[in-house]
């Protein structure tokens, strides 16, 4: 069976950094593109970045151009999301999710993606 499970998440002021990860197993991982979306109550579920089967090309969305990272490490089955400057409006539950693709392929449309984990909570304050 494939399990997807973050970690990372937490409680953090604004400004403040969090640094989550995802590890997949169950599957062959650099055979997955993987994109972290996020969700926020009242709201819909959104992409905020992701990244090639190779990690050489990667996507976000612009609300965190600039403050967000993602990467990957194949050999350790492992997604990042490197999240700094951290404002409120980034408050949400955050899910890793994986879609099997070609060599090239990323995206951030949720119905691309064939595996998702349960997502974990970030929550910044004022």
């Known amino acids: 069976q494939v399990q997807v499970v973050e970690s990372g998440g937490g409680m953090v002021q604004a400004g403040g950094s969090l640094r989550l990860s995802c590890t997949a197993s169950?599957?062959?991982?650099?055979?997955?593109?993987m994109g972290w979306f996020r969700q926020a109550p009242g709201k819909e579920r959104e992409g905020v970045s992701c990244?090639?089967?190779?990690?050489?090309?990667?996507s976000y969305a612009d609300s965190v151009k600039g403050r967000f990272t993602i990467s990957r490490d194949n050999a350790k089955n492992t997604l990042y999301l490197q999240m700094n400057n951290l404002k409120p409006e980034d408050t949400a539950v955050y899910s890793c999710?994986?879609?099997?693709?070609?060599?090239?392929?990323?995206?951030?449309?949720?119905?691309?993606?064939?595996?998702w984990g349960q997502g974990t909570q970030v929550t910044v304050s004022s």
């Open positions: 990244i090639n089967r190779s990690g050489g090309s990667t």
């Open positions: 999710a994986a879609a099997r693709s070609s060599y090239w392929w990323y995206g951030l449309r949720p119905s691309d993606y064939n595996y």
């Open positions: 169950g599957l062959t991982f650099d055979d997955y593109a």
